[in-house]
C-alpha cells in the first residue's frame, strides 16, 4: 500500500480494485482446473424433443392404411341427402341421389382398375436383351430406335386404313 501523505485516497481505491480483479481471476482460473464433483450418473432416459416428434410412428395403430390400394377398406361413402341439402334444380332428391351413386359407383371402378395395374412393370433385363446389345445397332436403324411404342385408343397416323383400337394389349 502506499503510506506516505503524497498518496491521495483515490490512488488508494485505484489499487484496491486492482488487487481485487487480479485476486478474482485467479480463482476463476483455479476453479476452471478444479476436477468436477463426482455424484452418482442418472440412469433415467433422456428423450430429446426432436427423437420423440421424429420418432413417433403414426401407422402402427393400422401399418395398411396408407398402402396403395386401402381406400377399399375403408369406410367411404357418398354422405345422404337431409332436408337442408343441396339438390340440384330440375331434380328431386331420389334422382340427385341415384346420379351421386352411379358417380361413386364410377369412381371406385376406375380406382379398382388402376390398383389392377399397380406394381406391374417391364423387367429392364427382359427389354435389353429382346432389344440387342450394341454389337450391331440393329436396335438403332429400326424405325422406333430400339423404344417400345404404346399403343393409342384413336389413330393419329391420319390415314383411314389404320388398324383401330381394339382393346387388347
Known amino acids: ?61 393400422n401399418p395398411e392404411v396408407n398402402t396403395y390400394g386401402a381406400r377399399d377398406k375403408k369406410n367411404l361413402k357418398v354422405g345422404k341427402i337431409g332436408d337442408s341439402s343441396y339438390v340440384p334444380s330440375g331434380l328431386t332428391a331420389a334422382e340427385y341421389n341415384k346420379v351421386r351413386e352411379q358417380e361413386a359407383a364410377k369412381k371406385a371402378a376406375n380406382y379398382k382398375k388402376n390398383v389392377a395395374k399397380a406394381g406391374k412393370f417391364l423387367d429392364y433385363t427382359d427389354f435389353y436383351t429382346k432389344r440387342g446389345t450394341d454389337k450391331n445397332e440393329n436396335w438403332f436403324k429400326s424405325v422406333t430406335r430400339g423404344h417400345d411404342m ?20
Not at 502506499?2 to 498518496?7: A, D, E, F, L, T
Not at 404404346?150 to 381394339?166: E, H, I, L, V
Request: proline share 6%; net charge positive; aromatic share 14%.
Open 1 to 61: 500500500g502506499c503510506y506516505s501523505p503524497h498518496c491521495s485516497q483515490h490512488t488508494i481505491n485505484f489499487i484496491k480494485m486492482k488487487t481485487a480483479v487480479v485476486f478474482t481471476a485467479l480463482l476463476a482460473s483455479a476453479a476452471a482446473f478444479a476436477p468436477a464433483p463426482q455424484g452418482r450418473p442418472s440412469t433415467a432416459v433422456q428423450e430429446t424433443f426432436f427423437n420423440k416428434v421424429f420418432g413417433m410412428d403414426l401407422f402402427a395403430p
Open 150 to 169: 404404346a399403343k393409342t385408343k384413336y389413330d393419329w397416323s391420319g390415314t383411314n386404313d389404320a388398324k383401330g383400337y381394339d382393346g387388347k394389349k
